[in-house]
């Protein structure tokens, strides 16, 4: 879904406006424009459920604007826990690694727990010149970043901090951080600035798995039965699911109904993301 909120480190609001699809991809857009809370405007988009352990990743190509921060990652509150990847856009040469961990269940109201030591990886490529794919490996005992399908990163547990154990919302987003210290300082002229991103991917277990892309024919091509705004696929299988309630067909097992496994991808709905937004 698409975000309409902020946080208090982040100086834009994101609003819906700031989402396009551009030359088939999808187009996050940070824009001057005053609001009552902000002078600035961005985009995020994140899962509308939270999911437990899986690869998360995202084909994208970063904004290198100073003052700037392009994130994944994964994300929850009650108790704050937090996967993340960031591309600074003072240096898109580097990508940084963090987790942020806090103890209890679901409804702890802690939010100030451990926090893992920020690591920056060296790509070896300026990040914002071409789209590259950037993963999130998360088990119950180590965490592992991926570029371009290598391993460029890893974490185990306590080492420094706990793994995160709860489910996670995965985000992608463009905001404009207060540190001038981490991401250097923005001049207004090189607004208004993009991230553009081509695939998100979810996959849970062997058996479920989610993927978006962005379709470059518009309305999308669609079997007869799927209403023409909007085509599901189970990129694995031949499953189709129309409306805004979708299914997966695990061979083994039959149809499965989104949101009644916990092991499966659980919901995206058609108004989640903008029409073009196509599941595959």
């Not at 904004?63 to 994300?75: E, M």
């Not at 103890?103 to 100030?112: D, L, N």
């Not at 919901?267 to 196509?278: A, I, N, S, W, Y």
């Amino acid at each position: 879904m698409l975000r309409d909120d902020t946080f208090p480190s982040n100086l834009a609001l994101f609003a819906h406006d700031n989402f396009s699809v551009e030359r088939g991809h999808g187009r996050l857009t940070l824009r001057e424009e005053p609001t009552e809370v902000r002078q600035f405007t961005s985009a995020a988009i994140c899962s509308r459920h939270g999911y437990l352990y899986g690869k998360f990743s995202a084909e994208v190509r970063p904004a290198n604007v100073p003052g700037l921060i392009t994130g994944l990652f994964l994300h929850r509150n009650s108790p704050r826990q937090e996967i993340d990847i960031e591309f600074v856009g003072k240096d898109t040469r580097q990508m940084l690694t963090n987790v942020y961990y806090n103890p209890g269940g679901e409804g702890a109201r802690m939010e100030y727990g451990y926090r893992g030591t920020p690591a920056l990886v060296d790509l070896g490529f300026d990040a914002s010149e071409e789209f590259h794919h950037y993963g999130i490996e998360w088990s119950a005992t180590s965490i592992r970043w991926l570029v371009d399908g290598r391993l460029v990163h890893k974490r185990i547990n306590w080492d420094p901090t706990p793994i995160p154990h709860l489910p996670m919302q995965f985000n992608v987003n463009l905001w404009h951080s207060r540190s001038t210290e981490l991401a250097g300082k923005l001049d207004r002229g090189d607004l208004p600035a993009h991230v553009d991103l081509r695939t998100v991917e979810i996959i849970l277990g062997e058996a479920c798995h989610m993927g978006l892309r962005i379709d470059t024919a518009y309305p999308p091509r669609a079997p007869p039965h799927v209403p023409n705004e909007a085509r599901f696929l189970q990129a694995s299988t031949s499953a189709t699911a129309a409306g805004i309630e979708y299914s997966l067909r695990d061979p083994r097992r039959g149809r499965v109904r989104l949101g009644r496994r916990r092991t499966c991808v659980s919901g995206l709905r058609r108004r989640d993301f903008p029409q073009k937004l196509v599941q595959a």
